[in-house]
């Protein structure tokens, strides 16, 4: 129990992402086939990153001065001062951003030609916000994807004014559109590690704690990349990882059952939209995040057949039947 609260606190620490400003209420995705990419920043001492699988802008102010994100009418939108961070309320951009289609109704009084009227949301000098010149919008693939879906695309570059004082700045990006990967490759591969790892505990008893010490990590580096990449990975995530690390260390079958299902599951097979998605929301190459979700699957799975034949294995045999004269 102890070295089990250990672990839950180490994941707390390590998992516990830095919360900034948001300008929105809106569900980012976990994965896409658009990716929103930062090449440029022409304001000193600020820095901008795409995080949630491009789905928001993150900007950190650290010039000691007021920045200010312009809308899409060129209005003041959001105002990231030392102290803290604003937010323009007369700006259409405030509500446009609400959610990532930008369909939240715009009400009446927002108006770029009016005066600001700033709305504190956040003390700290960061903020993250949907910008819809970031994204594609539009319904259905890019004409692009649809000629050639083989391939990468360059759909358009962005900009993103800033502006301090009388002085205009820039966020510089692209928006690309990119094929997804071979889902079906890494399905086998699921298959591959459960089949291994069953027949590893099989053939060699002892073998359990290795593959669930892995099947186990699997999770919470699969956790950790997403929170690198400025999103909050489900707690079912982090549990699942826990409860395969706890099978390394005690195992009878029943446990060893239940923790590999509970790996499989809900760190695996419920992750397994990423064997399909070109832009995932981790930090990293991709194939790192696939390969955990992968190795959470199998050797999860892999581990629940090990928990159930040894369940099967430790019922006493059946009596043979007396036959009476």
């Known amino acids: 129990m102890r070295r089990l609260a ?44 795409p995080v949630e699988a491009g789905a928001q802008l993150e900007l950190t102010n650290n010039s000691g001065h007021s920045i200010e994100v312009l809308g899409y009418a060129g209005e003041p939108y959001l105002d990231v001062r030392p102290d803290g961070t604003w937010q323009n309320v007369n700006s259409p951009a405030a509500y446009l951003n609400e959610t990532l289609a930008g369909d939240t109704p715009v009400p009446a009084s927002a108006d770029p030609t009016a005066p600001p009227a700033w709305r504190k949301i956040s003390d700290a000098p960061r903020v993250r916000w949907h910008d819809q010149r970031t994204h ?115 195992h009878p079958p029943f446990f060893l059952a239940l923790a590999g299902a509970v790996v499989a599951l809900f760190a695996g097979f419920n992750e397994g939209s990423v064997f399909g998605a070109a832009v995932l929301g981790t930090a990293g190459p991709g194939w790192v995040a696939r390969l955990a979700v992968a190795l959470a699957a199998g050797l999860g799975a892999g581990l629940a057949v090990t928990g159930v034949l040894r369940l099967r294995a430790a019922l006493p045999a059946p009596q043979p039947a007396v036959a009476h004269a």
């Open 136 to 250: 594609w919008l539009s319904a259905g693939l890019p004409p692009q994807a649809v000629a050639d879906p083989s391939r990468s695309h360059r759909l358009r570059d962005w900009v993103v004014p800033l502006r301090f004082q009388t002085s205009g700045f820039e966020v510089r990006g692209t928006l690309d559109w990119v094929p997804p990967p071979r889902a079906g490759l890494w399905w086998a591969g699921v298959a591959l590690a459960g089949l291994m790892a069953a027949a590893l505990a099989h053939r060699w008893p002892r073998s359990v704690r290795p593959v669930a010490l892995v099947a186990g990590s699997a999770p919470l580096v699969y956790a950790v990349s997403r929170t690198l990449d400025g999103g909050t990975p489900p707690p079912v995530l982090i549990l699942a990882g826990l409860v395969g690390l706890a099978a390394a260390y005690r």
């Open 6 to 49: 250990l672990m839950v606190a180490l994941a707390g620490a390590v998992l516990a992402p830095a919360t900034p400003a948001f300008a929105h209420t809106g569900d980012a995705p976990s994965s896409t086939a658009y990716r929103t990419s930062v090449t440029m920043i022409s304001a000193p001492g600020v820095s901008v990153r």
